[in-house]
Structure formats: structure tokens, C-alpha cells
T-cell receptor, first 111, second 111 residues
Framework: EPEVTQTPSHQVTQMGQEVILRCVPISNHLYFYWYRQILGQKVEFLVS????????KSEIFDDQFSVERPDGSNFTLKIRSTKLEDSAMYFCASPQNTEAFFGQGTRLTVV | RKEVEQDPGPFNVPEGATVAFNCTYS??????FFWYRQDCRKEPKLLMS???SGNEDGRFTAQLNRASQYISLLIRDSKLSDSATYLC????????????FGSGTRLLVRP
């Protein structure tokens, strides 16, 4: 099964700090997605990234968030000035055919 | 109205039981339909795609009714290892691979 790798698995940060979540998608994929899941709630779409550009973003994905592909293989999700309500699991996803393969997630805890 | 709606459960069933989950979606232009499985604090994993003609994979049967905007999942001969949250997922026609998740139905299979 194709593998999508996320780091770190758990990040604890103080409110107001910046965090960078990293993901290595399935190789040679042009499409890439970030989702988040607040504890006890549904998985929510954040942003899709195609060919080094944001192709779509949700209303959750405001100016606090940014996504980049810094070195051609890794993707990052940056959250500036974190808030308590940013605490969640953040999943990256890489599609192959009709299936989306998710990374194991980064649990972000904002204290 | 929620885009994808599911009964949250939990469904508590004995081993060997047959259990059915239902899901409705609001966007009639939705293109693709899936059932994902999510174990506690883990990433979602594709269980099966759902086709208009209905499809079966071992003990799992999925059905789609486009007219009623209704999706179902039937699990026969439940195993302890089937205990998980089952996510109904829809792909919107106007977006590529942007998945819309239901909140999930929790299944507990007891010995």
C-alpha cells in the first residue's frame, strides 16, 4: 500500500506560537490535501494543492494558514499564531486513482 | 442541513451479527462515494468505494441510491476487529478529490 508520511506525530505548542507540520506524499503525485479533525468531530477539508499551487481552500483555511512545497517532495502546513481551537489531528492525503491515502496524522495540542 | 449525515451510533452488536449503516448526502451533483474506516486516533482508511449498481467485498456490501441521495453499508458476520468508526464520504463533482466526510458511525462488536 502506498505510504504517506507525516512528522511530527505529536506537537505541543504554546498559544501564539507558529507550528509547521510536514508530510511526504506518494511520490510523483501532483495533487495533495490537508484535512483536520478536532477531537470527537468529523474530518474537515482544509486545502488542496496541485502542481505547486493552492487549487481550493475551505473557509477554515484563513490567513493564519499557509501551505508550501519547499523542496519538491515534502509538503508543509504552517499555522501562524496558534489558537487553542487549532488543537486537532491534521492529516495530509495523497490521492491515487479514486482512493485518497492518508498519513498517520499529526496531533497538535495548543496550550 | 449537513452535507453528509450519518447516525452517530454507537451500534453495539454481538460477534456474528449483521449490522447496517445509513448515510444521506445533500449535494445531488456529488460524483463519487466511499466508506472509510477510522480506528481510534488513527487516520481514515478506505474500506470500499460505492457504485450505483451496488458492490460487495467479502462480508461488506455497499449500496447507493442516487434518487434518494442515500448510501448504505452492510456488514455480515461481524468480527471483533470490525469495531471502529465508519465514515461515509462523498466527492463533490466540482472539485477533484475534495472529500466531504460524515461524522461517522461507531460500531462496537462484543464477544
Amino acid at each position: 500500500e502506498p505510504e504517506v508520511t507525516q512528522t511530527p506525530s505529536h506537537q505541543v505548542t504554546q498559544m501564539g506560537q507558529e507550528v509547521i507540520l510536514r508530510c511526504v506524499p506518494i511520490s510523483n503525485h501532483l495533487y495533495f490535501y490537508w484535512y483536520r479533525q478536532i477531537l470527537g468531530q468529523k474530518v474537515e477539508f482544509l486545502v488542496s494543492f496541485y502542481n505547486n499551487e493552492i487549487s481550493e481552500k475551505s473557509e477554515i483555511f484563513d490567513d493564519q494558514f499557509s501551505v508550501e512545497r519547499p523542496d519538491g517532495s515534502n509538503f508543509t502546513l504552517k499555522i501562524r499564531s496558534t489558537k487553542l481551537e487549532d488543537s486537532a489531528m491534521y492529516f495530509c492525503a495523497s490521492p491515487q486513482n479514486t482512493e485518497a491515502f492518508f498519513g498517520q496524522g499529526t496531533r497538535l495540542t495548543v496550550v | 442541513r449537513k452535507e453528509v449525515e450519518q447516525d452517530p451510533g454507537p451500534f453495539n452488536v454481538p460477534e456474528g451479527a449483521t449490522v447496517a449503516f445509513n448515510c444521506t448526502y445533500s449535494n445531488s451533483a456529488s460524483q463519487s462515494f466511499f466508506w472509510y474506516r477510522q480506528d481510534c486516533r488513527k487516520e481514515p482508511k478506505l474500506l470500499m468505494s460505492v457504485y450505483s449498481s451496488g458492490n460487495e467485498d467479502g462480508r461488506f456490501t455497499a449500496q447507493l441510491n442516487r434518487a434518494s441521495q442515500y448510501i448504505s453499508l452492510l456488514i455480515r458476520d461481524s468480527k471483533l476487529s470490525d469495531s471502529a468508526t465508519y465514515l461515509c464520504v462523498v466527492n463533490k463533482r466540482d472539485s477533484s478529490y475534495k472529500l466531504i466526510f460524515g461524522s461517522g458511525t461507531r460500531l462496537l462488536v462484543r464477544p
